[in-house]
Protein backbone atom coordinates (compact mmCIF):
# COMPACT_ATOMS: atom_id res chain seq x y z
CA UNK A 1 0.00 0.00 0.00
CA UNK A 2 1.33 3.33 -1.17
CA UNK A 3 1.84 6.35 1.61
CA UNK A 4 -0.91 7.97 -0.31
CA UNK A 5 -3.34 5.16 0.61
CA UNK A 6 -2.73 5.30 4.02
CA UNK A 7 -2.38 8.87 4.47
CA UNK A 8 -6.41 8.18 2.97
CA UNK A 9 -7.07 5.27 5.44
CA UNK A 10 -6.05 7.42 8.73
CA UNK A 11 -8.87 10.25 9.36
CA UNK A 12 -7.15 13.48 10.70
CA UNK A 13 -9.74 14.49 13.21
CA UNK A 14 -9.43 17.76 14.09
CA UNK A 15 -8.75 18.88 17.35
CA UNK A 16 -11.97 18.86 19.92
CA UNK A 17 -13.09 21.39 23.23
CA UNK A 18 -16.73 19.60 23.91
CA UNK A 19 -15.71 20.55 27.75
CA UNK A 20 -15.14 24.26 26.70
CA UNK A 21 -18.23 24.64 24.41
CA UNK A 22 -20.20 22.95 27.30
CA UNK A 23 -18.91 25.83 30.14
CA UNK A 24 -19.42 28.71 27.59
CA UNK A 25 -22.96 27.39 26.46
CA UNK A 26 -23.56 27.44 30.15
CA UNK A 27 -22.68 30.70 30.93
CA UNK A 28 -24.26 32.23 27.51
CA UNK A 29 -27.24 30.47 28.74
CA UNK A 30 -26.97 30.98 32.58
CA UNK A 31 -25.17 33.98 33.76
CA UNK A 32 -26.81 34.72 36.60
CA UNK A 33 -26.25 31.28 37.75
CA UNK A 34 -22.16 30.91 36.51
CA UNK A 35 -21.86 34.46 38.94
CA UNK A 36 -23.56 32.92 41.97
CA UNK A 37 -21.46 29.87 41.49
CA UNK A 38 -18.11 31.49 40.86
CA UNK A 39 -19.15 33.81 44.11
CA UNK A 40 -20.19 30.13 46.15
CA UNK A 41 -17.33 28.78 45.25
CA UNK A 42 -14.69 31.48 46.11
CA UNK A 43 -16.15 31.63 49.46
CA UNK A 44 -16.05 27.76 49.78
CA UNK A 45 -12.53 28.03 48.76
CA UNK A 46 -11.61 30.07 51.11
CA UNK A 47 -12.96 28.01 53.69
CA UNK A 48 -11.43 25.34 52.85
CA UNK A 49 -8.19 26.23 52.05
CA UNK A 50 -7.21 28.97 54.57
CA UNK A 51 -4.46 27.88 56.20
CA UNK A 52 -2.54 27.24 53.31
CA UNK A 53 -3.15 30.88 51.33
CA UNK A 54 -3.52 33.24 54.59
CA UNK A 55 -0.56 35.22 54.37
CA UNK A 56 -0.31 35.73 58.35
CA UNK A 57 -1.76 33.81 61.23
CA UNK A 58 -5.36 35.55 61.88
CA UNK A 59 -5.17 35.82 65.69
CA UNK A 60 -1.16 36.67 66.19
CA UNK A 61 -1.55 40.87 67.20
CA UNK A 62 1.32 43.80 66.67
CA UNK A 63 0.82 46.62 68.33
CA UNK A 64 3.12 48.68 65.52
CA UNK A 65 0.84 47.45 62.90
CA UNK A 66 -2.50 49.03 64.72
CA UNK A 67 -4.62 50.33 62.21
CA UNK A 68 -1.84 49.59 59.25
CA UNK A 69 -3.69 50.75 56.09
CA UNK A 70 -3.87 48.45 53.17
CA UNK A 71 -0.05 48.40 51.54
CA UNK A 72 -1.93 49.76 48.31
CA UNK A 73 -3.16 52.79 50.09
CA UNK A 74 0.02 53.52 52.73
CA UNK A 75 1.35 56.76 51.46
CA UNK A 76 4.92 55.63 52.79
CA UNK A 77 4.47 52.29 51.53
CA UNK A 78 5.61 50.83 54.71
CA UNK A 79 2.44 48.42 55.49
CA UNK A 80 2.76 45.01 54.85
CA UNK A 81 -0.76 44.26 54.83
CA UNK A 82 -2.61 43.97 51.58
CA UNK A 83 -6.14 44.71 52.93
CA UNK A 84 -4.73 46.48 55.95
CA UNK A 85 -4.78 45.75 59.87
CA UNK A 86 -6.95 45.94 62.46
CA UNK A 87 -7.30 48.00 65.72
CA UNK A 88 -4.63 45.52 67.46
CA UNK A 89 -2.47 44.71 64.35
CA UNK A 90 -4.36 41.16 63.13
CA UNK A 91 -3.76 40.77 59.73
CA UNK A 92 -7.48 41.54 57.77
CA UNK A 93 -7.15 39.78 54.80
CA UNK A 94 -5.97 36.28 57.08
CA UNK A 95 -9.10 36.85 59.39
CA UNK A 96 -11.58 38.21 56.83
CA UNK A 97 -10.39 34.32 54.65
CA UNK A 98 -10.83 32.21 58.56
CA UNK A 99 -14.06 34.17 58.84
CA UNK A 100 -15.40 32.12 55.57
CA UNK A 101 -15.25 29.18 58.13
CA UNK A 102 -17.85 30.76 60.55
CA UNK A 103 -19.75 32.14 58.23
CA UNK A 104 -20.41 28.97 55.79
CA UNK A 105 -20.47 26.61 59.26
CA UNK A 106 -23.15 28.65 60.50
CA UNK A 107 -25.07 28.58 57.02
CA UNK A 108 -24.84 25.22 55.74
CA UNK A 109 -25.46 23.00 59.13
CA UNK A 110 -28.09 25.12 60.65
CA UNK A 111 -30.10 25.07 57.28
CA UNK A 112 -29.47 21.26 57.62
CA UNK A 113 -31.15 21.44 61.10
CA UNK A 114 -33.96 23.14 59.73
CA UNK A 115 -34.14 21.18 56.46
CA UNK A 116 -34.68 17.95 58.35
CA UNK A 117 -37.46 19.04 60.99
CA UNK A 118 -38.82 21.33 58.62
CA UNK A 119 -39.15 18.21 55.76
CA UNK A 120 -40.28 15.26 58.43
CA UNK A 121 -42.75 17.66 59.81
CA UNK A 122 -44.40 19.34 56.52
CA UNK A 123 -44.48 15.61 54.88
CA UNK A 124 -46.50 14.33 58.00
CA UNK A 125 -48.79 17.50 57.95
CA UNK A 126 -49.64 17.42 54.56
CA UNK A 127 -49.82 13.99 53.96
CA UNK A 128 -51.64 12.92 56.87
CA UNK A 129 -53.60 15.67 57.44
CA UNK A 130 -56.47 15.90 59.90
CA UNK A 131 -55.19 16.46 63.50
CA UNK A 132 -51.89 15.90 62.52
CA UNK A 133 -51.69 19.36 61.04
CA UNK A 134 -53.79 20.95 62.98
CA UNK A 135 -51.05 20.52 65.71
CA UNK A 136 -48.02 21.30 63.52
CA UNK A 137 -49.83 24.14 61.69
CA UNK A 138 -50.29 26.09 64.89
CA UNK A 139 -46.77 24.97 66.32
CA UNK A 140 -45.78 27.02 63.08
CA UNK A 141 -47.76 29.83 63.85
CA UNK A 142 -46.52 30.58 67.46
CA UNK A 143 -43.51 30.15 65.96
CA UNK A 144 -43.48 32.82 63.34
CA UNK A 145 -44.94 35.22 66.22
CA UNK A 146 -41.70 35.37 67.71
CA UNK A 147 -39.14 37.89 66.54
CA UNK A 148 -36.17 35.82 65.78
CA UNK A 149 -34.11 38.53 66.60
CA UNK A 150 -35.78 38.62 69.91
CA UNK A 151 -35.52 35.00 70.21
CA UNK A 152 -32.15 34.57 69.59
CA UNK A 153 -31.14 37.43 72.26
CA UNK A 154 -33.36 35.91 75.23
CA UNK A 155 -31.79 32.69 74.64
CA UNK A 156 -28.59 33.61 74.01
CA UNK A 157 -28.44 35.50 76.95
CA UNK A 158 -29.92 32.35 79.28
CA UNK A 159 -27.50 30.17 77.66
CA UNK A 160 -24.72 31.72 76.27
CA UNK A 161 -22.99 32.81 73.31
CA UNK A 162 -21.28 29.95 70.97
CA UNK A 163 -20.94 29.05 67.27
CA UNK A 164 -23.10 25.70 67.85
CA UNK A 165 -25.88 27.62 69.60
CA UNK A 166 -26.37 30.04 66.90
CA UNK A 167 -26.52 26.72 64.83
CA UNK A 168 -29.07 24.90 66.59
CA UNK A 169 -31.50 28.35 67.64
CA UNK A 170 -31.31 28.98 63.20
CA UNK A 171 -31.67 25.43 63.11
CA UNK A 172 -34.71 25.48 65.15
CA UNK A 173 -36.70 28.58 64.20
CA UNK A 174 -36.56 28.24 61.00
CA UNK A 175 -38.32 25.11 60.16
CA UNK A 176 -41.48 26.45 59.96
CA UNK A 177 -39.91 27.80 56.07
CA UNK A 178 -39.52 24.32 55.05
CA UNK A 179 -42.62 22.56 56.70
CA UNK A 180 -44.87 25.07 55.35
CA UNK A 181 -43.79 25.04 51.85
CA UNK A 182 -43.62 21.03 51.99
CA UNK A 183 -47.02 20.65 53.18
CA UNK A 184 -48.29 22.76 50.38
CA UNK A 185 -47.07 21.07 47.97
CA UNK A 186 -48.09 17.39 49.39
CA UNK A 187 -51.45 18.34 50.01
CA UNK A 188 -51.48 19.13 45.76
CA UNK A 189 -49.34 15.61 45.35
CA UNK A 190 -51.39 13.10 47.45
CA UNK A 191 -54.81 13.94 45.04
CA UNK A 192 -52.44 13.24 41.62
CA UNK A 193 -53.60 9.38 40.38
CA UNK A 194 -50.40 7.81 40.40
CA UNK A 195 -50.55 7.97 44.12
CA UNK A 196 -53.75 6.94 44.09
CA UNK A 197 -53.12 4.15 42.05
CA UNK A 198 -49.78 3.26 44.82
CA UNK A 199 -52.08 3.17 47.70
CA UNK A 200 -54.80 0.96 45.86
CA UNK A 201 -51.85 -1.95 44.84
CA UNK A 202 -51.08 -1.80 49.03
CA UNK A 203 -48.50 0.32 48.88
CA UNK A 204 -47.64 1.45 53.02
CA UNK A 205 -47.72 5.51 53.51
CA UNK A 206 -43.93 5.44 54.49
CA UNK A 207 -43.05 3.91 50.59
CA UNK A 208 -45.69 6.09 49.11
CA UNK A 209 -43.35 9.11 50.79
CA UNK A 210 -40.49 8.05 50.64
CA UNK A 211 -40.47 6.40 46.49
CA UNK A 212 -43.31 9.10 45.37
CA UNK A 213 -43.76 11.74 47.33
CA UNK A 214 -40.16 13.05 48.13
CA UNK A 215 -38.32 13.12 45.53
CA UNK A 216 -41.09 15.67 43.91
CA UNK A 217 -40.44 17.92 46.42
CA UNK A 218 -37.00 17.61 46.63
CA UNK A 219 -36.29 20.78 44.29
CA UNK A 220 -38.02 23.33 46.56
CA UNK A 221 -36.01 21.93 49.53
CA UNK A 222 -32.71 22.54 47.73
CA UNK A 223 -34.15 26.15 46.28
CA UNK A 224 -35.12 27.10 49.89
CA UNK A 225 -32.01 25.86 51.83
CA UNK A 226 -29.65 27.68 49.42
CA UNK A 227 -31.48 31.01 49.53
CA UNK A 228 -31.64 30.53 53.77
CA UNK A 229 -27.94 29.60 53.79
CA UNK A 230 -27.54 33.59 52.69
CA UNK A 231 -30.02 34.76 55.35
CA UNK A 232 -28.34 32.57 58.10
CA UNK A 233 -24.93 34.15 57.28
CA UNK A 234 -26.50 37.74 57.29
CA UNK A 235 -28.36 36.77 60.96
CA UNK A 236 -24.56 35.48 62.09
CA UNK A 237 -22.88 38.37 61.70
CA UNK A 238 -25.81 40.75 63.43
CA UNK A 239 -26.07 38.46 66.23
CA UNK A 240 -22.19 38.45 66.37
CA UNK A 241 -22.50 42.37 66.00
CA UNK A 242 -24.30 42.14 68.99
CA UNK A 243 -22.13 40.78 71.09
CA UNK A 244 -24.60 37.59 71.28
CA UNK A 245 -22.77 35.47 68.52
CA UNK A 246 -19.35 33.68 68.11
CA UNK A 247 -16.64 34.05 70.33
CA UNK A 248 -14.57 37.15 69.96
CA UNK A 249 -10.94 35.32 69.95
CA UNK A 250 -12.61 33.76 66.87
CA UNK A 251 -12.13 35.75 63.49
CA UNK A 252 -15.82 36.38 62.02
CA UNK A 253 -17.02 38.73 59.73
CA UNK A 254 -19.72 40.02 62.23
CA UNK A 255 -17.10 40.33 64.63
CA UNK A 256 -14.79 41.99 62.77
CA UNK A 257 -17.49 44.62 62.20
CA UNK A 258 -18.20 44.81 65.45
CA UNK A 259 -15.11 45.62 66.03
CA UNK A 260 -14.42 48.75 63.73
CA UNK A 261 -17.35 50.60 64.84
CA UNK A 262 -14.83 53.06 66.59
CA UNK A 263 -12.91 53.16 63.53
CA UNK A 264 -14.72 53.86 60.65
CA UNK A 265 -13.98 57.53 60.00
CA UNK A 266 -10.11 56.97 60.89
CA UNK A 267 -9.64 53.37 59.53
CA UNK A 268 -11.89 52.69 56.72
CA UNK A 269 -10.87 48.90 55.61
CA UNK A 270 -11.38 47.76 59.37
CA UNK A 271 -15.31 47.69 58.27
CA UNK A 272 -15.11 48.18 54.50
CA UNK A 273 -13.81 44.53 53.31
CA UNK A 274 -14.99 42.53 55.96
CA UNK A 275 -18.75 44.17 54.81
CA UNK A 276 -17.73 43.18 51.22
CA UNK A 277 -16.91 39.58 52.12
CA UNK A 278 -20.53 39.50 53.44
CA UNK A 279 -21.55 40.77 50.74
CA UNK A 280 -20.56 39.07 48.18
CA UNK A 281 -20.87 35.27 50.24
CA UNK A 282 -24.88 35.99 50.54
CA UNK A 283 -24.93 37.66 46.94
CA UNK A 284 -23.41 34.49 45.70
CA UNK A 285 -25.73 31.68 47.32
CA UNK A 286 -29.02 34.45 46.28
CA UNK A 287 -28.29 34.09 43.00
CA UNK A 288 -27.28 30.43 42.85
CA UNK A 289 -30.72 30.08 44.43
CA UNK A 290 -32.36 32.22 41.86
CA UNK A 291 -30.92 30.64 39.27
CA UNK A 292 -31.59 27.30 40.76
CA UNK A 293 -35.24 27.94 40.92
CA UNK A 294 -35.60 29.01 37.47
CA UNK A 295 -34.30 25.70 36.59
CA UNK A 296 -35.93 23.32 38.96
CA UNK A 297 -39.12 25.04 39.41
CA UNK A 298 -41.86 23.74 36.40
CA UNK A 299 -43.93 27.23 36.84
CA UNK A 300 -41.00 29.44 35.63
CA UNK A 301 -40.75 27.45 32.25
CA UNK A 302 -42.70 28.76 29.13
Known amino acids: MTSVGLEKAVPVNPPRRPHLKKLWRFIKKNPVGFIGLI ?3 LSVSCALFAPFITPFDPSKASLSSRLAPPSWADPKGESAFLLGADQVGRDLLSRIIYGARISLMVGIFGVLIAMVIGTVLGLISGYFGKWLDDIIMRVADIQLAFPFILFAIV ?19 YWVGFARLIRGQVISLKEQEYIQAAKAIGGTNFNIIRKHILPNVLSSILVLGTMYIAEFILLEASLT ?26 AWWTAVFPGVAIMITVLGFNLLGDWLRDKLDPNMKV
Do not use: E, Q
Open 39 to 41: LVA
Open 241 to 266: FLGLGVDPTIPSWGGMLADSRNYITS
Open 155 to 173: IMSVLGTGIWKIIIILGLT
